[in-house]
């Protein structure tokens, strides 16, 4: 028996080449692997958010009022309409403004479990860590679920006219 020579052997088509030469064209991406990939994409782009939007807000200084003692301004009702909440900073620490059903609250934004900066998360309509999956209850700061060991400390907040004001304890 002969071994086969280089040119005994024929390149063989890669298969869509084949489909092509054949007149079929390759089958269409399935709707569930598109599917799948939108979910993907979703949920690292929703991630990423949760990450950098409190520390963008945190970032951006609000207005301070001058004569309120430290009374920090956070935003009008519109900039936080129902359902949501920003991150501001309150001097050097950050603070979780959220507009819930029960009104507007504030809490230190500065997770109970390991000092991450936590987020309001649309979606579950939760304070969200993002570090360890901590959820928070927007109306009272309590544990949901996660790894955190006690609630998130409260902020004295004012509404005045439209604008809502941070108050310092002893403010
Ligand atoms: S630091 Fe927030 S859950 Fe761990």
Redesign the pocket.
């Known amino acids: 028996m002969e071994p086969p020579t280089i040119g005994s052997m024929e390149p063989q088509p890669a298969p869509d080449a084949a489909a092509r030469s054949s007149g079929r064209e390759a089958p269409p991406s399935p709707p569930r692997r598109r599917f799948l990939r939108f979910l993907v994409g979703f949920s690292a782009a929703s991630t990423l958010g949760m990450i950098i939007a409190p520390i963008v807000g945190f970032l951006i200084p609000p207005r301070t009022q001058g004569s309120g003692g430290g009374r920090v301004v956070a935003g009008t009702l519109e900039d936080i309409p129902a359902n949501t909440g920003k991150v501001v900073a309150m001097g050097s620490a950050p603070v979780i403004v959220v507009n819930t059903e029960a009104g507007v609250k504030a809490y230190s934004a500065v ?1 109970t ?4 900066i ?1 987020g309001f998360d649309t979606t579950v309509r939760h304070i969200v ?1 993002p ?4 959820h928070f209850n927007p109306a009272s700061g309590a544990v949901l679920s ?3 060991p006690a609630p998130l400390p409260p902020i004295a907040v004012a509404l005045e006219d439209d604008e809502i004001v941070l108050v310092p304890s002893g403010g």
Do not use: E, F, K, M
């Open positions: 997770c479990h390991l000092g991450c936590v860590c570090c360890h999956d901590g996660g790894p955190p």
